[in-house]
């Protein structure tokens, strides 16, 4: 199985600041990795596909780059509405992994 | 509007069953792959189970293989898990998910999700 790492696993940031979540992948990946957010109480909502495609409807403060073993999600400017957490998840093959998250909160 | 809404969950002993539907609508459900992915709550999520769009391929995870079934009625729209021989550690909000786009060869990122339905596993 492809075993996905993120860090950090939180991060506390001022509304505007700038910040980047890494994923790593146990091996190569390719561009099949997807970043999802995910709100208390809520279910899981795709932000980005294929590490760099923002989905319709996303603010273009988020934003995914990447390949292979190593992927990257930025937001370039930390609204309220972005308190979440983020996973990111390998679509090369079953079983379909998910990073163990990271938690975004406002400081 | 696209939109998944999972149904069945509840209380059930160790060594129980239960059945986990979720209704499609707002698209051509029999053109689309279909997922399980489950969260303990408080907890990461992890894949449970797929479907392809005319029902004739599933695959599962590990810990759920031979125990979980995955099926699915293109006729009514509905996803079901078929979860027996139930475990302390399959206690979890099981999501359904669609793949995001329809194809003989989809890309497994899920959009949209569904709700979630609870599965306490307690005797």
């Known amino acids: 199985d492809i075993q996905m790492t993120q860090s950090p696993s939180s991060v506390s940031a001022s509304v505007g600041d700038r910040f980047t979540i890494t994923c790593r992948a146990s091996?190569?990946?390719?561009?099949?990795l997807a970043w999802y957010q995910q709100k208390p109480g809520k279910a899981p909502k795709l932000l980005i596909y294929a590490a760099s495609t923002l989905v319709s409807g996303v603010p273009a403060r988020f934003s995914g780059s990447g390949s292979e073993t190593e992927f990257t999600l930025t937001i370039s400017s930390l609204q309220p509405e972005d308190v979440a957490t983020y996973y990111c998840q390998q679509a090369t093959n079953f079983p379909f992994t998910f990073g163990p998250g990271t938690k975004v909160d406002i400081k | 509007e696209v939109q998944l809404v999972e149904s069945g969950g509840g209380i059930v002993q160790p060594g129980g069953s239960l059945r986990l539907s979720c209704a499609a609508s707002g698209f051509t459900f029999s053109s689309y792959w279909m997922h399980w992915v489950r969260q303990v709550p408080g907890r990461g999520l992890v894949w449970v189970a797929r479907?392809?769009?005319?029902?004739?391929?599933?695959n599962y995870a590990d810990s759920v293989e031979g125990r979980f079934t995955i099926s699915r009625d293109n006729v009514r729209n509905t996803l079901h898990l078929q979860m027996s021989s139930l475990r302390a550690e399959d206690a979890a909000v099981y999501y359904c998910a669609r793949v995001r786009a329809p194809g003989p060869i989809p890309l497994h990122w899920f959009d949209p999700w569904g709700q979630g339905t609870l599965v306490t596993v307690s005797s």
């Open positions: 479907i392809s769009d005319d029902g004739s391929q599933t």
């Open positions: 091996r190569n990946i390719n561009y099949f």
